[in-house]
């Protein structure tokens, strides 16, 4: 199965600043099939990205994915106070899908 | 619009079999191209997938599981279900349905509000 390593654990932000969250995985991920989710305290998921770098419907342009092969990145580009939340990349190139450990965006 | 709503016991018993439905409202579970999905999320913990159906009944699920599950879907109802046999408490997780635009188990547009699974006696 394709494990996927997420870092940091945490990231320290302020309002207003970027955040670059890493998602890398054990092996290729054929066709870049890799999404992004954002998750707050007692909600489900949110699909943010798919396919690497194709943003899902109605989510803000601040959010953007890049990567391939290996290594994706998802950039906030500024954080706004709603996106301090936890973030999770999932790989569904290969089966069993797999999801990373989990990035959390903490206030600073 | 689509939405999802997952319903069943929230307590079960060590080697019981755990049993949820999801409820699919404002729109078809065999709308063409959409996979129905379980997904799991242990207290504090990650995701899992657990695996999907497709409304012809089409399924699969992760190994992981060793066999203990079951999707099953019903079209009159609009409905897909998840079961799994022989449960211990390491089966105690927010249990979410999601639907895949995609196919085949690929990402999750929509979710559930999931509901919390507890496996105690």
């Known amino acids: 199965e394709i494990v996927l390593t997420q870092s940091p654990g945490t990231l320290s932000l302020s309002p207003g600043e970027r955040a670059a969250l890493s998602c890398r995985a054990s092996q290729s991920i054929t066709s870049n099939y890799l999404a992004w989710y954002q998750q707050k305290p007692g909600q489900a998921p949110r699909l943010l990205i798919y396919?690497?770098?194709s943003r899902a419907t109605g989510i803000p342009d601040r959010f953007s994915g890049s990567g391939s092969g290996t290594d994706f990145t998802l950039t906030i580009s500024r954080l706004e106070p709603e996106d301090f939340a936890v973030y999770y990349c999932q790989q569904y190139g290969y089966s069993p899908r797999t999801f990373g450990q989990g990035t959390k965006v903490e206030f600073k | 619009q689509v939405q999802l709503q997952e319903s069943g016991p929230g307590l079960v018993t060590p080697s019981q079999t755990l049993s949820l439905t999801c409820t699919v409202s404002?729109?078809?579970?065999?709308?063409?191209?959409?996979?129905w999905t379980w997904i799991r999320q242990h207290p504090g913990k990650g995701l899992e997938w657990i695996g999907f159906?497709?409304?012809?009944?089409?399924?699969y699920l992760n190994p992981s599981l060793k066999n203990r599950g079951t999707i099953s879907v019903d079209t009159s109802k609009n409905q897909f279900s998840l079961k799994l046999r022989s449960v211990t408490v390491a089966d105690t997780a927010v249990y979410y349905c999601?639907?895949?635009?995609?196919?085949?188990?690929?990402?999750?547009?929509?979710w559930g509000r999931g509901t919390l699974v507890t496996v105690s006696s």
């Open positions: 999601a639907r895949d635009p995609h196919g085949y188990g690929s990402y999750f547009d929509l």
């Open positions: 404002g729109g078809s579970i065999t709308t063409g191209g959409y996979y």
């Open positions: 159906i497709y409304y012809s009944g089409n399924t």
């Open positions: 396919g690497a770098s």
